[in-house]
């Protein structure tokens, strides 16, 4: 069965550093993976898509890289803030099911900045 | 949270007794997911639903049943609650499956 794994261990990064978190899978070749940040209480929301056939897409101060040949994406987060402080997911579609794809998560990586 | 509210909020109830948490959306998305958290285990798929009365198990289905007889809502049910069924429910909703998802506040469930 497939895989995500994530760092299960929180990422304590100094303020304007650049924060990475990985995320990496087995056993699927997703046509995309996507990245989604939660806050304690709260669901998680949407931040990045990238396909397969994207090596690297951006969003203000995050970039997310994606290596199907080694089954794994980086998120980055430059120029770091306290408040990017949250849990960060990664979550990848299954494409085998009745109804078309689903999307699996990983269970997160928390990131701390601190000032 | 995108027009997605869950409610009731947070849940106290007794081992045995049925549950229905709801999940109500406003955005006309076809799709829509219900996910427990857990530490340790992060974002697990409980069901889902692709249409009006078409709905599908997901990874952890036991002991779980759901209901969409409207677009906007999508019920689940606890049959029978059992401690093991605490946790945090979260409902999603998307255009299509396996595209962006979008998350209610989440229900806050104790089974004591």
């Known amino acids: 069965s497939q895989k995500i794994e994530q760092n299960s261990e929180a990422l304590n990064i100094q303020e304007g550093k650049t924060a990475t978190l990985t995320c990496n899978y087995t056993n699927y070749s997703p046509a995309y993976l996507q990245w989604y940040r939660q806050d304690p209480g709260r669901g998680p929301v949407f931040l990045l898509l990238i396909r397969e056939n994207e090596k690297e897409k951006r969003k203000e101060r995050l970039k997310v890289t994606f290596d199907t040949t080694l089954k794994q994406s980086l998120f980055h987060i430059t120029a770091s803030q306290p408040a990017d402080s949250a849990t960060y997911l990664c979550a990848l579609d299954l494409g085998d099911n009745n109804a078309g794809n689903m999307l699996t998560f990983g269970g997160g990586t928390r990131l701390m900045v601190k000032p | 949270d995108a027009g997605i509210t869950q409610s009731p909020r947070h849940k106290v109830t007794e081992t045995g007794t049925p549950v229905t948490l709801r999940c109500h959306q406003t955005?006309?998305?076809?799709?829509m997911y219900w996910y427990r958290q857990d530490p340790g285990h992060g974002l697990r798929l409980i069901h889902y639903?692709?249409?009006?009365?078409?709905?599908d198990k997901g990874e952890v289905s036991d002991g779980y049943s759901v209901s969409r007889s409207k677009t906007e809502d999508f019920l689940l049910t606890l049959e029978s609650a059992t401690s093991s069924q605490t946790s945090v429910y979260f409902c999603?909703?998307?255009?299509?499956?396996?595209?962006?998802?979008?998350f209610g506040p989440g229900t806050r469930l104790l089974v004591l």
């Open positions: 639903s692709y249409g009006v009365k078409d709905t």
């Open positions: 955005e006309n998305h076809r799709y």
């Open positions: 999603a909703i998307s255009l299509a499956g396996g595209e962006t998802q979008y």
